[in-house]
């Protein structure tokens, strides 16, 4: 079965880093655009960043120059390291494949990624 399972949250400072990862498994990784997305709470949730199978990678204008998206085919993993954080990057991270021809969309649970002092 389709698994994404996302790990590397947690309580940080302003102006410091996290990376995020998801594994996933149950599907051809190489096949699907792979894309991190967060909801803060009151808030819709929104695409930060988003890599395809062949490397090409988009950014959300909010966290360009601060985030990176990168993906290990070998491991079926997907990364987000973040920089900079900032108190308004605090959100749930959530991990997305997926393959738009086919109509094939997955997600995983989540991460909460809280940025305080």
């Known amino acids: 079965q389709v698994q994404l399972v996302e790990s590397g949250g947690g309580l940080v400072q302003p102006g410091g880093s996290l990376t995020l990862s998801c594994a996933a498994s149950?599907?051809?990784?190489?096949?699907?655009?792979m894309k991190w997305y967060r909801q803060a709470p009151g808030k819709e949730r929104e695409l930060v960043a988003g890599i395809t199978g062949a490397g090409d990678m988009t950014y959300a204008d909010s966290v360009k120059g601060r985030f990176r998206i990168s993906r290990d085919n070998a491991k079926n993993t997907v990364y987000l390291q973040m920089n900079s954080l900032k108190p308004e990057d605090t959100a749930v991270y959530y991990c997305?494949?997926?393959?738009?021809?086919?109509?094939?969309?997955?997600w995983g649970q989540g991460t909460q990624v809280t940025v305080s002092s």
């Open positions: 997305n494949a997926r393959r738009f021809a086919f109509g094939l969309d997955y």
């Open positions: 149950g599907f051809t990784f190489t096949s699907y655009t």
